[in-house]
T-cell receptor, first 116, second 116 residues
Framework: GAVVSQHPSRVICKSGTSVKIECRSLDFQATTMFWYRQFPKKSLMLMATSNEGSKATYEQGVEKDKFLINHASLTLSTLTVTSAHPEDSSFYIC????????????FGPGTRLLVL | AQSVTQLDSQVPVFEEAPVELRCNYSSSVSVYLFWYVQYPNQGLQLLLKYLSGSTLVESINGFEAEFNKSQTSFHLRKPSVHISDTAEYFCAVSRYSGGGADGLTFGKGTHLIIQP
């Protein structure tokens, strides 16, 4: 099946610093990727839709200047958490939509962010 | 907007017994329906999906789900569970837009606990 990777898998940073998370589709092209946030014992919440070569679309309540998304190629999207604060600590998960089979999303393993 | 309700946060079942995990959704437009499974310390994996056609869909590991439009439900069933089925199960929906499925709206998840 289709594989999506995320890097890093785990990151600890100091408050005020920025953290970049990468999401890659390894064996397929993805013009569209999605970023989700998963809180402990809660479901995943869609943060934004990342489109290759254009600006990301953010869900209501998600600060676009806080969570910068770049989708520079058909296999890579990045999420940068700028000026991170402890409340940004969470599990961030990306998914990629296969350009040839547009109804299915394949998920990455997630990135655990802890802001001290 | 869409919403997904998984009424049971936790379902304990004895091994080899049948199980049903309930999922109801609401949406003002037609949606795709999905079940994802998350094993401990692993990423989300697609279990099965309903796009159109036959309302009964099956997975390769014995799970099945039936789309019921009148009841807006997509319950997941398995006639005989195994210890290895212990996991978190998420029901999700997405709209269809030009290039494929939109970002997913997830339920809160149901933790399936298989007891020996």
């Amino acid at each position: 099946g289709a594989v999506v990777s995320q890097h890093p898998s785990r990151v600890i940073c100091k408050s005020g610093t920025s953290v970049k998370i990468e999401c890659r589709s390894l064996d397929f092209q993805a013009t569209t990727m999605f970023w989700y946030r998963q809180f402990p014992k809660k479901s995943l919440m869609l943060m934004a839709t990342s489109n290759e070569g254009s600006k990301a679309t953010y869900e209501q309540g998600v600060e676009k200047d806080k969570f910068l998304i770049n989708h520079a190629s058909l296999t890579l999207s990045t999420l940068t958490v700028t000026s991170a604060h402890p409340e940004d600590s969470s599990f961030y998960i990306c998914s990629a939509r296969d350009s040839l089979a547009g109804e299915t999303q394949y998920f990455g393993p997630g990135t655990r962010l802890l802001v001290l | 907007a869409q919403s997904v309700t998984q009424l049971d946060s936790q379902v304990p079942v004895f091994e080899e017994a049948p199980v049903e995990l309930r999922c109801n959704y609401s949406s003002s437009v037609s949606v795709y329906l999905f079940w994802y499974v998350q094993y401990p310390n692993q990423g989300l994996q697609l279990l099965l999906k309903y796009l159109s056609g036959s309302t009964l869909v099956e997975s390769i590991n014995g799970f099945e789900a039936e789309f019921n439009k009148s009841q807006t439900s997509f319950h997941l069933r398995k006639p005989s569970v195994h210890i290895s089925d212990t996991a978190e199960y998420f029901c999700a929906v997405s709209r269809y837009s030009g290039g494929g499925a939109d970002g997913l709206t997830f339920g809160k998840g149901t933790h399936l606990i298989i007891q020996p």
